[in-house]
Each structure stands twice: as C-alpha cells, then as structure tokens.
C-alpha cells in the first residue's frame, strides 16, 4: 500500500489546527480579507497547508483509522469503512480491466448511492478524471457532455441507461447500468417486489428492469478482486468534472483538481470547529453531481471519519426515518430542505431533530425565518455560505457563531482571499458600495474543459477569478446585491435563461420569448418558479400546458414553466436585444395589482 501524508493525525477537527496563523494573514493578503479575517473564531486558523495529499489518501487514512466505523448508511443498509475502501478497490480491478488508465475520462450519470462513491474514489484512485452528470438532465445535453470529455466508460442509473445507451450509440464509449436498489437492504428489495401500490411506485421511482440487458455494475463487481495500489498524480491536474451552464446556459465542464478538492475539505471543516472526528453523521441530501453535496457533504463526511447517510433525492419522510433510524447532526442543504423537516417537526411534537448540532446553507438566499425555525427545532446553529462550482464550491460563510449575520453570505474562509471591484475597470470599490466578487485561493479550478474562450472569461489578467455576482460590504460581511447572470435558482438548481427560451422558441407559435425567475407562488421556500413571456405569431393561440408537453423533453422537470404571460411585445435595447430585467418588473408589477401567472 502507498505511503501517504495523514494530515488528519495533525490536529482536531479536520486535522488542521493552526493557531499560529490566526490574525496575522500574509502581507499579500486583500484588504477585505484581512479585514474579515479579524472576525474569525478564535480556533479558526487563516491559512491551512499547502498539500500534495490527493482526496483517495483521506479515504485510505479514514479507512485504516476507523475500520469498523459505518461510512455510507443508505435506507438502513450500511457500509463500514474498510467495506468502503475494499469496494473502491474492486472498482479500480473493474476499470483497469475495461482498459481505463491515467489521465481517462469516466462518466457517473447517477443520484447518490453508494456505487457512485465506489467510482468516484476508484477513479481518484487510478489518477482517472471522473466526469459527473445530473442524471435528470436532458438527453441531448447528456449526450453533449460525454462528447465533450471522451468518456471510455459510462456508468448509468438504470433508470435513464436505456436512453443513454441509444444517444450514445456510435460513440466510442461502453455503457455500464447501475442499479441503485441493489444497495438496498435485503428487506427493502424484497419489498420492492411486492404487489402494492407503494412498492411499486418506490421501484418504478429507482428501476427499470428493460435496462437489465445492459451489463449491470454490481454484477461485474462481484468478480473482482481489491486493486489497491494508488496511481500518484500530480494534484494539479483534473480529477473530476462538474457541469455547469455559466452565464449564457452555454454548457462548460468544470475542471477541479485534487488540489482544489482537498482544499476546500479542509477548510470547510476546519470552520467548524467543534465537529467531532469519528463521531459525527452527516446527512447527505444534496446531490453528489453537485459542487455543494460533493465536496460539503461526501468528501466532507469521509474528510472527518463521519457516517454518511445518503439520499438519492431528498423527501421529507425519507429523511425524518432515516432521523429516527440513525439521528443526524451535520447537515448541508438549501433553505426549502431546512423549512420542510423544520416545519414537520413543528407539526409533530414526536420527531426529534435536535441531535443536529451544525447545519450549512447555501445555494439561494436563507431567510431569517427559515433560520429560526431550524434553530428553534433543533437547538442548534445555521449559517449561510457562498460558492460556486469553479470555487469547488465554498468561499464565504457566517462564523459558527453569535457573531454571524443571518441573512450575508458571509466572511472569507481560511486561504482564500476576495476582493469587491468595479466590474469594468477590475478597481476595487468602497465598503458599501455595489461590486463583483472575484476570488483568489487553493479551491479556484483550473478552468473549462476544451474551453480555453470561456477559461480566459473566468478569470482577470492577474488570475482573480470573476464570479459574475455583485455583492456589497457591510462591517466585513458580505451581502449579495444582484446576480449578474441572471440565472433563475430553484431550490438550489441553476436554470438558465436562454436555454428555456430556447426550447420554447423551437415552437412555431412562438414570434420571441423571455424567461425570467420570479417568487415561487405555491411554495416560496423554493425561491424562484420559471415563467415565461411569449409573443405569439399572427392568428396562433397557445397554453401553459402546451408549452410544457413541447419542451418535457428537452428541459430537466425543475426548468419547465410554471407560470406563463402572452404580452403583445417585449422590452428590447437600442440594439435588438430583449431586456429580461424589465420584462421581470412588468410581469412582478401584474402580480403586484393581484393578477395569477
């Protein structure tokens, strides 16, 4: 077995205790930083070492130290970390014999299970780069992205893998399905079986047994021997891959390194500093193709020694048995997760959630109302935090502490650094005043795949990286003012303009169209609904439920319109372009005089 650096034996927490550091922050140093580095926690170090530790040497160390500690708790059925770091070893055997080796891209389009961390860490294993996907997302732009990286393996959720399969046909790739009810426990699979409207709706919902055809991954698993060496990778170069639609919805791969992942482990964990190794259990309900529940919640758990418990999708019920099952008491999610399990258990003076002790939210904008209700339920802290996936994702956060501020982004994290400049002249502006965001540290990816346009976008000449988010300062803390890309978010997810109005103008009713976010009306702790403005043509006529059934094919569930408005014309500029800003305020203004979208 490979030798590694175990700097999770250094110190407490996340095995960077540095007290040296704090409040003395290098001379380069931005002014904003060290101004916000004032307002740490005392324990909160400012810098955490730079390493060449890659994320597959934190499994192994974890593995070693808490062998018979549970890692993945999936509906019951739990995985411990030696059975963990076995099974990322009889997935490395399996790639190897597909013939995947350095430098290969492999493609995961899945929800969380624990064969999707097999092959996440199998990959960080072999120095293979893995791609990951939102199995939810249209066909065509599944096909895009596994184009774009040369894929050699494909493994699909068997719900999907029949899709796949065909869009992929002709590619030089090999399709492998998953099928997450083989992780199941016994009781449940048996259950699934059943002739009852429950199972088979739970079956329906993770299944589809034409797709058994396919060669199905835990099949393959099973003759595999453990493959325990470790290919040693320089950890700047790409180890896995997010997508992400950027400005326009123009779909980009984002590049992060071992570097950038092991990074930002560390200090997310380090900014709390009173978690626990060991002894903690994370309850992973954001999605692992995701930044946010890659690196917060997986490597987070597995950073720490924790158990992970894992959700394919997130349910209320889900997580409340999972709750009286294995009590949590870390958990990263978005402010619809927060208020749905808090409200629960406002409802119902027999669920408990007061074992969570720290939560973490992010995505969209947490409410104080949200926050108290959490807070109120479970006795414990929540903070906001702000990232994005080319960050891998964290950049600022509230002090665990009194001293946050609900309602800001928050503060810098340990070895990162933040200006707020003009986003014109790259000058950086007063405290008050409205600017971008641009960022420097360990956790900024590389770049785009095959990008090098969009890459050199990403970043000013002395390699700040611009967020494209306009924020203000008050007393150190950061607030968002503005998104300049004008994405939609919902509950989280990123919905991109352009890409929606483009679906819709393919129909030939359709003269123009713009696609703007306003406040969900049936359930504002989503935060946004998509709605679309359409011109039509001469004599056409058109529907909401028109206009979904057209573009169901070619938008994920979450980017489909649920409000629609048929004005006579749209906002344009001097130059032809429409103005989504002011198309939004009259659609608000309507909904301001009473009127329904």
Not at 139 to 149: D, F, G, H, R, V
Not at 181 to 188: T, V
Not at 314 to 330: E, K, V
Request: aromatic fraction near 8%; charge should be neutral; charged fraction near 20%.
């Amino acid at each position: 077995m490979t030798e590694t650096v175990d700097l999770l034996e250094l110190a407490p927490a996340a095995g960077i205790h540095l007290p040296r550091y704090v409040h003395t922050p290098p001379e380069d140093d931005s002014e904003l930083t060290k101004r916000m580095r004032l307002l740490y926690n005392p324990d909160v170090p400012a810098q955490i070492p730079v390493t060449d530790q890659l994320m597959i040497d934190v499994l192994r160390t974890q593995s070693n130290k808490y062998p018979r500690r549970v890692a993945l708790d999936f509906f019951g059925a739990t995985t411990t970390y030696r059975e963990l770091g076995e099974n990322v070893q009889r997935t490395s055997a399996l790639l190897l014999q597909h013939g995947v080796k350095r430098g290969d891209r492999v493609s995961v389009v899945a929800p969380n299970c624990p064969q999707f961390v097999y092959l996440l860490y199998s990959c960080l294993q072999l120095g293979v780069v893995c791609v990951l996907h939102n199995p939810l997302a249209a066909p065509m732009e599944l096909k895009w992205q596994i184009e774009n990286a040369e894929s050699k393996l494909v493994f699909v959720w068997q719900k999907t893998a029949l899709s796949v399969a065909e869009m992929v046909r002709g590619m030089d790739t090999e399709i492998i399905s998953i099928d997450v009810s083989a992780a199941l426990p016994r009781r449940l699979r048996v259950a699934l079986h059943l002739p009852i409207k429950k199972a088979k709706e739970f079956h329906n919902q993770l299944c589809d047994p034409q797709a058994k055809d396919l060669p199905d991954y835990d099949t393959l698993l099973e003759k595999q021997k453990p493959h325990n060496r470790i290919v040693r990778v320089d950890p700047d170069v790409p180890a896995v891959m997010l997508h992400t639609g950027g400005t326009t919805g123009k779909p980009k791969a984002v590049i992060l390194t071992n570097r950038n992942l092991v990074s930002n482990l560390f200090a997310n964990t380090t900014w709390v500093t009173k978690l626990r190794p060991g002894k903690e259990t994370w309850f992973c309900v954001l999605p692992f193709f995701h930044a946010f529940g890659l690196t917060l919640s997986l490597n987070g758990a597995i950073g720490l020694g924790a158990t992970a418990v894992i959700f394919p999708k997130f349910s209320t019920r889900a997580a409340l048995a999972a709750q009286r099952r294995r009590p949590g008491t870390f958990i990263v999610g978005v402010p619809p997760i927060f208020d749905r399990l808090a409200k629960a258990a406002e409802n119902n003076p027999k669920i408990d959630l007061s074992t969570f002790r720290y939560a973490i939210s992010g995505a969209m904008p947490l409410t104080q109302e949200v926050a108290k209700r959490w807070e109120k339920a479970t006795s414990g802290y929540i903070i906001e935090g702000y990232g994005m996936t080319e960050t891998s994702p964290t950049v600022l956060g509230s002090p665990m502490s009194p001293e946050r501020k609900l309602g800001y982004m928050g503060i810098v994290f340990p070895s990162i650094q933040v200006r707020v400049v003009d986003p014109d002249t790259l000058v950086d502006v007063e405290p008050g005043e409205v600017g971008e965001l641009i960022v420097k540290g360990p956790g900024c990816s590389p770049g785009y795949w095959r990008d090098q346009v969009e890459t050199d976008l990403l970043f000013t000449p002395d390699r700040w990286l611009r967020t494209g988010d306009l924020v203000e300062e008050h007393e150190g803390f950061l607030r968002m003012s503005d998104r300049r890309k004008e994405l939609i978010i919902i509950s989280g997810f990123n919905v991109y303009p352009s890409v929606v109005e483009a679906a819709i103008a393919s129909m030939p009713q359709v003269a123009e169209v713009a696609v703007v976010g306003i406040p969900d009306q049936a359930d504002p702790a989503r935060g946004e609904q998509v709605h679309a403005a359409v011109v039509l043509n001469p004599g056409a006529t058109l529907t909401l439920d028109k206009i979904r059934d057209w573009v169901a094919d070619s938008l994920p569930r979450y980017a489909i319109p649920r409000s629609v408005s048929f004005p006579e014309q749209l906002a344009h500029n001097q130059l032809g372009k429409i103005q989504r800003r002011k198309v939004r305020q009259t659609v608000m203004e309507r909904l301001s005089e009473g009127f329904r979208m």
